[in-house]
């Protein structure tokens, strides 16, 4: 990869935004040439489209214009003065000049006004080589400031520096807007403000706090947005201006952001949220844009370890002894034990190619189906409920759809927090008159927050999802408020009988419910009937809805309530789960369960199994294989003994630590590939180091089916992406792998999986992102599913039965902890913890509700003990009006807090997804740590001591 000097560009800013989808084109005349636009082009837009850059400072074309700095200024044939072309809206026939000695002159003057209160300091500012002003300056051809420079001016403004990631230099800042309006518009933080007036008027983060103090979120739009180094990213700070770009999508969360990864040499400068990203159209959250530290962080292992037990140290070794090592260990011990005493997990983070090789090396090579994803414990339960009504595993919009909801359902979901730039999305269309159901025991942001309100929150008590939605229902069907004739032409006849009856039940009226789910029966019925009475009503939920005892039920109780009010099929409505990690939807497309092929094709089908055993000459077991849960109940029986983990940390993330954590230490082999010395990988015998998405290419499936480019921006840094190190161990086991590219693995699975027939890297070149299916029947891909006929043919209605969990309160147990994210971090933190998002978030914490805290004599900032039957942990109490009386709340971020202690194996009926989101518990003052934690702390340092060992030079092979 070429490190040569190469001249820098931004993207394209044509000015204003593109005008509201319209056909109609008109004609007019730009500086004598005629041009063609939509209607509703501003001038300022017609003019950059067709190649004329007027000069601008106070537009932007992801922002609404707003004509404050007057340099855009045009002649137009017939209009005195002249007009800001960035408010003017093209009309047919008109004449425009943009360029005169009347208006160089006024632009001129309009500049040297900025720039007498301006500093000199071009040559040494981070932004010289990327600032408008300064291209501007030039633009306008100003030559000299007649004011001079010793009036009256804002150049001693001190600076912001306490944002990790961004500074704010007021003494630069030309009162733009800018940032203000991206904040109000992109974003919808509303964190700034232009106090003052006139010569007075500055930029203030909420009340003239530093941004670190104010309600700034730092998703860095407003970076973005400024025209001038007022507000500068650190990375450009300290790198200097980038030299190259690449286009890549997000390894965070499910919203699946594309950014312009902007580099110089191997060093990535700064993530620019990409203008064409088909699910963030330019905008971001703090993760994306700025918590990429963590891939060249210090704690990067770069070299494969092994060693024969996890009590002694590690050594390090070349790859191709490693891979013997890992290869002969794992032949060893099916010779041993058996076929099936060995099993693999793939990874939510790791791309659909390095999925697909995982699975694919369990069953050619290991020859079992034993292999899982983490989906199992989170989304399972929506892929069961899914694909059992509507006939599709996956959601049915696009992100882009939520613009034509006119009542919006969030249950379980706290979108501002774990999908921000899809939350921003929705509070664009809350604030523009969209109405608001939250179904959720915690008031989160959504319930309300700037120029947002719910109409109705129900705060059902934790583990009451079912009652609810069936509530729902059964006010929409007894009120006869039901999509009567979508029922009769698109769902099963049979189905909805069986279901009206059950749902008429006055057992599930909301009066009778009330007393188990704490929900006012009024509260449910106005919010049915609002549901009901809007044109498009879309339903999105997340991890609160899944993560039960009987999440499935709730998935197949969302789909009745979609279904009964005709909600499915067209823009604006749908069922949307909001997938957590960045690559879980495309996990579980290529095959991770162990009961089903990619394509979700199940292992009992002869033809499916023919299918793929003659592309890769095996013969496939037509058994399915063990979930997680099972191979950790096996392994602790003794009767599973290797397994190989792709980028999990289910020694965090899994329920009940007692229990993994047992299960992995009775393994006699387990290969961990991951970037860092995870929890799960103190137990490993084998690691192979993995690559951060920086450092492969492939492909990441969002949470709208969207399969966007992951491209190589810099060299892996151990020598190997995470697709060679699976072929490498596949190899080594005996078994043949030999792709020279991640684009043959995606050939091969389009030729295997009919919904990805239509999809290669040529397609997501030319396209951008495919959304599937992608096949003959849709060969740019499907943006909506269910038009005109569900996947399955009828919408089937299924009988959805509310049956209490049995994780109950009792007089030893009284709360309810019930466990969500935080938006500085993402799940197990393996990451985030590895960058600057500690300043928002560097411990997890008890939120308890004052009434609790006081009967405990619990204080803000006390420790407090959190036992359940499961174990017990120590946490920081915050006090908190934002849960209910009865339920406490944690994040699982940081192994220390061991939010994963507590929680239990209660699981999903259907799916084994834990119950994560309801444990019985008991909170006490204490003063010292849980057992759990010294041991844990034990632990650790005596595995920082194998790692410290193995580096030390004379201990490498
Ligand atoms: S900080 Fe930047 S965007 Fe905001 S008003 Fe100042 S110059 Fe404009
Ligand atoms: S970083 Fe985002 S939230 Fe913070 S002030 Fe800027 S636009 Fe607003
Ligand atoms: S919203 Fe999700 S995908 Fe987008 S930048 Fe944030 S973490 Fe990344
Ligand atoms: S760009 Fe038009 S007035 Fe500022």
Redesign the pocket.
Known sequence: MSTAFKTYQRAKDLGTPAPDVGTKLILLTIDGEQVTVPEGTTVLRAAALNGINIPKLCATDSLEPFGSCRLCLVEIEGMKGLPASCTTEAKAGMKVTTQNAKVAKTRRNVMELYISDHPLDCLTCPTNGDCELQDMAGAVGLREVRYGYAGENHLDAKKDTSNPYFTFDPSKCIVCSR?VR??EE??G?F??TIQGRGFESKVS?SQNQP?LDSE????????QACPTATLSEVGLIEKGVPERSVITTCAYCGVGCSFRAEMKGQEVVRMVPNKDGQANHGHSCVKGRFSFGYATHKDRIKKPMIRETIHEPWREVSWDEAFTFAANKIKGIQAKYGKGSVGGITSSRCTNEETYLVQKLVRAAFGNNNVDTCARVCHSPTGFGLKATLGESAGTQSFDSVMKSDVIVVIGANPTDAHPVFASQMKRRLREGANLIVLDPREIDLVRSAHVEADYHLQLRPSTNVAVVNALAHVIMSEGLEAKQFIAERCDNDGFKAWKDFILDPVNSPEHVFEETGVPPEVVRGAARLFASKPNGAIYYGLGVTEHSQGSTTVMAIANLAMCTGNIGREGVGVNPLRGQNNVQGSCDMGSFPHELPGYRHVSDAATRALFGNEWGVQIDANPGMRIPNMFDAAVAGTFKAMYIQGEDVAQSDPDTHHVTNALSSLECMIVQDIFLNETAKFATVFLPGSSFLEKDGTFTNAERRISPVRKVMEPLAGLADWEVTQRLAQALGYPMSYTHPREIMDEIARLTPTFTGVSYEKLDKLGSIQWPCNDKAVNGTPTMHIGEFVRGKGLFKVTPYVPTDEVTTRKYPLLLTTGRILSQYNVGAQTRRTENGKWHDEDVLEIHPHDAEQRGIEDGDWVGLQSRAGETVLRAVISERIQPGVVYTTFHHPFSGANVVTTDNSDWATNCPEYKVTAVQASKVTKLSDWQLKFAKFTEEQLGHLNRARQPENVS
């Open positions: 940032c991206a904040c992109v974003q933080t964190a700034l983060p941004f700034c979120v730092s998703c860095g739009a407003c970076v």
